[in-house]
């Protein structure tokens, strides 16, 4: 079964290196807590909030060793009024066997825990 496996964190500073290391810790703790492999991955979305430009988060996951042949892809988030700033999502689908919906182990970071705080581990 593939599932949708969501996450979110946010940067502090519109930097390369914040954005690198913050795509890269929500992506790898998204694997680890789903027990995901490279090949079970079928595609990974990433978004960003407008004010996130200074960097593509997808490079730093498709440097991850393993990962260079998973396709990603890079969007930005529609910009409504009060939305939670420097702001990074991912949607990760991959094929998690028999686990059911409510099992899946989403991940919200560092300020993204408000955008979903019943699912925030």
Known sequence: MIRGI????????????AIYKASADLFQEIVTANKLE????SSVIVSVTSDIDAAFP?????????FQFVPI???????????LAMCIRLMVNA???DVAQ???????????TVLRPDLAK
């Open 6 to 17: 969501r996450g979110a964190t946010t940067v502090t500073t519109n930097t390369e290196e």
């Open 38 to 41: 490279p090949e079970a991955i």
């Open 58 to 66: 997808a490079k730093p996951i498709r440097e991850l060793a393993g």
């Open 73 to 83: 892809m890079g969007v930005m988030e529609i910009p409504v009024p009060g939305a």
């Open 95 to 97: 094929e998690v066997g």
């Open 102 to 112: 409510q099992d899946v182990t989403h991940i919200y970071l560092e300020g993204a």
